[in-house]
C-alpha cells in the first residue's frame, strides 16, 4: 500500500492569499492527527487543511472520490476550536456539518491529544468503509447510478433517474475496497 502524507498544510501564498495564522493548539492538534494517520491501512482520499469561510475553526477534511468517473461522492470535516470539535458530513460548500447522528455528526470536548486520537479514529474509520456504484440501464445505453456504502446502503451520490420500483440493478462495482 502506498503511504500517503494525510492533512498537510498547503501554502495559501502560492494561490496569491494571505498566509494561515494557524494557533499553537491548532498546529498541536494537526501534528497530534498526523501521527495518528501513520499506521493508516487505507485507500487515499484528498484531505485538506484550513479554515471555514468565517475563521471560527481549524477545519481538516476529507473526500470520498469516484475517481474513475472524477465525482466526489461526499466530504467529511472537523472544525476544531481548541478545546472541542464538532465533525460530520459536510452539507455545503461553506463546510457546515450536517448536525445529526445518520450522518456522523459528533461533538467531543477534552485535550488536544484526546480530541486528535477521536477524530483520527473517525477519519480512519470513514476511510476504511467500502464504496460501491450500483447501475441500472436505460434503453438508450446509458445507465443511472448510485454510489453507496456497501457495509450500510448509505446513499451518497446518484446521477440518473434511479428506479424507484425497487428493480435489482444490473451492476455493483467496487469504487473503494
Request: hydrophobic residues 40%; contains cysteine.
Amino acid at each position: 500500500m502506498v503511504v500517503n502524507s494525510w492533512f498537510e498544510i498547503e501554502d495559501p501564498e502560492e494561490y496569491g492569499e494571505e498566509p494561515w495564522d494557524f494557533r499553537e493548539a491548532e498546529l498541536a492538534f494537526l501534528a497530534a492527527l498526523q501521527t495518528r494517520t501513520v499506521d493508516w491501512r487505507v485507500s487515499w482520499a484528498p484531505s485538506q487543511v484550513g479554515r471555514p469561510e468565517d475563521e471560527s475553526s481549524l477545519l481538516v477534511h476529507i473526500s470520498l472520490l469516484d475517481e474513475a468517473r472524477r465525482l466526489v461522492l461526499g466530504q467529511w470535516a472537523v472544525h476544531f476550536y481548541g478545546t472541542y470539535v464538532l465533525a460530520g458530513k459536510v452539507c455545503d460548500q461553506l463546510f457546515n456539518l450536517y448536525e445529526s447522528p445518520e450522518h456522523g455528526f459528533f461533538r467531543a470536548s477534552g485535550t488536544v491529544e484526546e480530541l486528535a486520537e477521536r477524530c483520527a479514529g473517525w477519519f480512519e474509520s470513514l476511510l476504511s468503509r467500502p464504496v460501491v456504484r450500483v447501475a441500472w440501464p436505460f434503453e438508450d445505453g446509458q445507465y443511472a447510478n448510485r454510489w453507496e456504502f456497501a457495509d450500510t446502503g448509505e446513499v451518497l451520490a446518484t446521477s440518473g433517474s434511479v428506479p424507484a420500483d425497487g428493480s435489482s440493478p444490473a451492476r455493483r462495482l467496487p469504487v473503494r475496497p
